[in-house]
């Protein structure tokens, strides 16, 4: 029988490099925003306003990503794409000439459209351009496609930041982005659109808006009981919970806080799963400077361990053909779990730091496995005509259970330095409380597949 051909073969080289290219600056950006932003804030006298980049960017992203789902599933990927990649270069140019905190902001709004839109136009590309049998190495590449700039990002952002300028961070990215969406023409051309228009008009970036506003109102509730205002806490937590409630219930498919089985099940998990991982990931540098007495660079290292086991557990269950799909998430999770335990009991006194680099790849062994398998679910799952709208789901239930899980991780933070919990105690609750979620997510692994599915693999 004569071997299939990979991802990178000639029929598919370009498509492949161009979604490469594309992730790893999308990526890249979000890394690099960091390392200059507090030169950019003072610049532009906005220090005050520090966290609005942030919320902004994760707000829009869910509207872009929400904009997408349909737009994809009722005239397919290029434009989307295309118009994601100028918005997000728009953005860029924005910002990086932004001469007010205001149009920062406004530049990182335009990032965060533009990195939703393009996202779920590469997922649909996927689904387009490849046949089946290579979507999960194509899926493999995009994961991978995150782990360079994890490597390098802070170390060029910051050399750029400290000898060119902080405005060229963002300035920088606009002939690369060009050319990146320049190599995807071809694929692009060659793509169809499916030919039915998806139900739901302008309400789904509406209900997108809605719930991101919900994750910034219950991080504020959250901060406020920390600081003792439980007058303005208790309003903004119960705004943030029927607004965040409101915006899913349409924005997730139905059935999926139940576990319903399909894609329902599989867009549930990976939100518990990116909620759980990206909480513990938020604070690992600050528990290791504080618990542990290590340095900056120190601190900062598991983050590159774990990048380099999310990227081999990408390429792993892109090569692993033998095994269900769903088996395969389930180990993953218990990866995680595995990694979670591992971070809690290191928070306990008299135990020692360094295990952190081995937990953490396997965590990132863990993430590498499972992101990429619930694309492969979710697009083995879903018919030419909602490709979009399931993908849309699955990033935003990523997306927004990843803000969840930083803010209330943040949360947790300002109790511990309020006195009200030890620091390696909360810390240590947050690592349990991460496992317990990644147990059951691996339960609910197993109402990924449809019911007859099931039954035909017994």
């Not at 707000?59 to 118009?83: E, F, H, I, S, Y």
């Not at 943030?240 to 999926?256: D, I, T, V």
Request: aromatic share 6%.
């Amino acid at each position: 029988m004569e071997r299939s051909p990979g991802v990178f073969a000639p029929k598919w080289r370009l498509t492949s490099i161009g979604i490469a290219v594309a992730i790893s600056l999308f990526a890249f950006e979000g890394i690099a925003v960091a390392t200059a932003m507090p030169s950019a804030v003072r610049a532009l006298h906005g220090l005050a306003f520090f966290g609005w980049p942030y919320s902004t960017f994760l707000v829009m992203n869910l509207v872009g990503l929400g904009v997408a789902g349909q737009w994809c599933d009722r005239v397919g990927p290029r434009r989307p794409l295309l118009t994601g990649i100028a918005v997000f270069t728009a953005g860029l140019l924005t910002a990086g000439t932004a001469g007010h905190m205001a149009v920062f902001v406004l530049g990182r709004g335009a990032q965060g459209i533009g990195v939703g839109l393009a996202s779920i136009a590469v997922f649909q590309l996927v689904a387009t351009a490849y046949p089946p049998h290579l979507r999960p190495k194509a899926l493999a590449v995009i994961s991978a496609a995150y782990v360079l700039p994890a490597l390098v990002g802070p170390i060029i952002s910051g050399t750029i930041t400290a000898h060119v300028g902080w405005r060229w961070v963002f300035l920088g990215l606009v002939p690369l982005v060009l050319g990146g969406g320049l190599t995807l023409l071809p694929a692009l051309r060659k793509s169809t659109a499916p030919g039915r228009a998806s139900r739901g008009g302008v309400r789904k970036p509406l209900f997108a808006l809605l719930a991101g506003v919900g994750v910034i109102a219950l991080q504020s509730g959250g901060n406020a009981v920390v600081a003792g205002r439980t007058a303005l806490a208790v309003p903004l937590l119960g705004a943030g919970l029927l607004a965040l409630g409101a915006g899913l219930r349409e924005l997730l498919p139905r059935g999926a806080t139940r576990l319903r089985r399909g894609v329902p099940a599989v867009v549930a998990v990976r939100g518990l799963l990116a909620g759980a991982f990206y909480a513990v990931e938020s604070v690992v540098p600050l528990a290791l400077v504080t618990l542990h007495g290590f340095g900056t660079v120190a601190s900062g290292l598991p983050l590159l361990a774990g990048a380099l086991g999310w990227w081999a557990g990408a390429r792993a269950q892109g090569s692993i053909t033998t095994v269900a799909r769903p088996l395969l998430l389930r180990w993953g999770l218990a990866a995680l779990v595995c990694c979670f335990v591992g971070m809690a009991a290191l928070c306990l006194p008299g135990v020692p730091g360094w295990p952190v680099y081995l937990l953490w790849i396997v965590g990132g062994l863990g993430m590498g496995v499972c992101v990429p398998t619930t694309g492969v679910l979710v697009l083995d799952q879903s018919a030419e005509d909602e490709t979009g709208t399931n993908s849309s789901a699955l990033q935003i239930s990523d997306v927004t259970a990843a803000g969840l899980g930083t803010s209330g991780a943040g949360v947790l933070v300002g109790a511990t330095t309020a006195g009200s919990l030890g620091f390696g105690a909360g810390m240590a609750v947050l690592g349990l409380m991460a496992a317990a979620v990644s147990a059951a997510a691996a339960v609910g692994a197993s109402r990924t597949t449809p019911l007859r599915e099931r039954i035909a693999a017994g």
